[in-house]
T-cell receptor, first 111, second 112 residues
Framework: DGGITQSPKYLFRKEGQNVTLSCEQN?????MYWYRQDPGQGLRLIYY???????QKGDIAEGYSVSREKKESFPLTVTSAQKNPTAFYLC??????????FGPGTRLLVL | GENVEQHPSTLSVQEGDSAVIKCTYS??????FPWYKQELGKRPQLIID?????GEKKDQRIAVTLNKTAKHFSLHITETQPEDSAVYFC???????????FGSGTQLTVLP
């Protein structure tokens, strides 16, 4: 777990603004994932990437974008098209099939 | 796609008692079932997992059982302690796609 970092811990977004959440891992994991967690709910998959330069949409990809230019990094951009972005965003990574380990999360709030 | 249902949504037990959380899944191709514990404001932590070729797995006070025929799996915590209080999530994997579908969570409270 300690090898996955997310920044910032808190992020404030203004109306119409794009914001980018950082996720870095030094575990040499192949796959990386982004989840959204709303209060009192489970985690929902936004995007995932199994290898560099490739990524796939999850269940709730609309209003979000990602890139995977390096194995260690998988940034998530919350675009202005995401009308209800307030949530806790969790990044995860895995080396073996399915065993995912999570970063500490970023809490996004709308001003 | 996969759908995972988790029950109960809240569970209170006395310290020292056992706690059981149950999940059902819809996709018969799912073959990996992890359980995560999440304390308030923290990241989910993997506590135990089971694969479809195994019916039961234990790790000290924690055990998970899987019934593939009925498509349900359960988390059992024995001799509960106040530090077990947290939200517990089950999940099911869509096989080689490495995608996890999570249940909605169970808030476990262990009363001293």
């Amino acid at each position: 777990d300690g090898g996955i970092t997310q920044s910032p811990k808190y992020l404030f977004r203004k109306e119409g603004q794009n914001v980018t959440l950082s996720c870095e891992q030094n575990l040499n994991h192949d796959a990386m994932y982004w989840y959204r967690q709303d209060p009192g709910q489970g985690l929902r998959l936004i995007y995932y990437s199994q290898i560099v330069n490739d990524f796939q949409k999850g269940d709730i990809a609309e209003g979000y974008s990602v890139s995977r230019e390096k194995k260690e990094s998988f940034p998530l951009t919350v675009t202005s098209a995401q009308k209800n972005p307030t949530a806790f965003y969790l990044c995860a990574s895995s080396i073996a099939i399915e065993t995912q380990y999570f970063g500490p999360g970023t809490r996004l709030l709308v001003l | 796609g996969e759908n995972v249902e988790q029950h109960p949504s809240t569970l209170s037990v006395q310290e020292g008692d056992s706690a059981v959380i149950k999940c059902t899944y819809s996709d018969s191709a799912s073959n990996y079932f992890p359980w995560y514990k999440q304390e308030l404001g923290k990241r989910p932590q993997l506590i135990i997992d089971i694969r479809s070729n195994v019916g039961e797995k234990k790790d000290q006070r924690i055990a998970v059982t899987l019934n593939k025929t009925a498509k349900h799996f359960s988390l059992h915590i024995t001799e509960t302690q106040p530090e077990d209080s947290a939200v517990y999530f089950c999940a099911a994997s869509r096989g080689s796609a490495r995608q996890l579908t999570f249940g909605s969570g169970t808030q476990l409270t262990v009363l001293p």
